[in-house]
């Protein structure tokens, strides 16, 4: 069976892009990153892990929003409370901050070996977004959007099993593009300082790593590659 025309589309996109961003430099300076935590809790490991390469970028001279997703206020999904009430405002604030940006950057811890409630619910509620006459669709914002991810635990995997798991989330389900390189904080409890910088400068370096890739993606999809 075949690709739909949208599939078909999509591929077009993604082999142009990644054909294009391996032949770029590692510069992130050109590059606006959206940057969020799985997690907000106080002293959550994933947001000190996003905070961290939200810095590192901004060092490299791009420009890092960090959002956090308790503060959009989204309820649970109820497609009873969407048909009584519609899409909640935190919704479309995620999807401007979408829209804004070059690209996604998403560190997330392992709930049970998946990702958190807290990143499902705001991308579900981000993908029942119909157009309107100032937005596009939900799901037409995040189509063909680099993305990177990073996981953090305290285990030795490092949430390695939530942030594949998230990658299958964001492709098949947002059409996003999440580049092949990523990194999983293995005993993240231990990890920082007290400046909420890694300890470790070959964790560091991988950060850098995935910054850089996504970065080259994204000149690459903005540049009509």
Avoid at 7 to 29: D, E, L, N
Avoid at 84 to 102: E, M, N, R, S, Y
Avoid at 124 to 150: F, Q, V, Y
Avoid at 162 to 178: G, S
């Amino acid at each position: 069976m075949g690709l739909p025309h949208a599939g078909i589309a999509h591929f077009a996109v993604v082999y142009c892009a990644f054909r294009h961003w391996y032949s770029k430099g590692t510069r992130m300076g050109d590059t606006h990153i959206l940057v969020m935590a799985g997690s907000s809790r106080q002293g959550a490991l994933s947001h000190k892990l996003a905070a961290f390469a939200a810095r590192r970028h901004r060092d490299a001279g791009g420009a890092a929003t960090l959002l956090d997703l308790r503060a959009l206020a989204l309820p649970l999904y109820d497609g009873d409370l969407e048909s009584t009430q519609g899409v909640p405002a935190g919704a479309f604030a995620l999807q401007k901050a979408i829209v804004q940006c070059d690209a996604l950057l998403i560190a997330t811890p392992e709930y049970n070996g998946f990702p958190t409630p807290l990143v499902i619910n705001a991308f579900d509620w981000l993908s029942r977004i119909a157009a309107g006459a100032d937005h596009p669709a939900g799901l037409a914002s995040t189509a063909n959007k680099p993305a990177a991810l990073l996981s953090s635990s305290p285990g030795a995997a490092g949430g390695l099993r939530a942030m594949n798991y998230l990658r299958q989330y964001l492709q098949m389900a947002f059409a996003m593009i999440v580049v092949p390189q990523q990194f999983a904080l293995g005993r993240a409890h231990e990890a920082f300082d007290e400046a909420g910088a890694l300890k470790d400068a070959g964790a560091g370096k991988a950060v850098d790593a995935v910054l850089q890739s996504v970065s080259r993606l994204a000149r690459a999809v903005k540049s009509g590659a």
